[in-house]
């Protein structure tokens, strides 16, 4: 299953006992990296409930909930 708005991949997330088609690049909030300034990457871990960042750079890495 690909997102309807970038065509990236989906991935299945469960929440309350359903799962849903989640597109990490459209459905989190953006982040960007403390130091560098820049757009930091992000994947969702843990089932689609942590939101792992990682920034291009300086490889400074941030963990959220995602919910
Ligand atoms: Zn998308
Ligand atoms: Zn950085």
Request: hydrophobic share 25%.
């Amino acid at each position: 299953m690909t997102c309807p708005k970038c065509e990236n991949p989906t991935v299945p997330v469960t929440r309350n006992g359903t799962t849903t088609q989640v597109c990490a690049a459209c459905d989190t909030p953006d982040r960007t990296c403390t130091w560098c300034k820049v757009p930091m990457s992000k994947r969702l871990v843990g089932n689609g409930q942590y939101l792992h960042y990682i920034c291009p750079k300086c490889r400074f890495q941030h963990t959220a909930k995602f919910s």
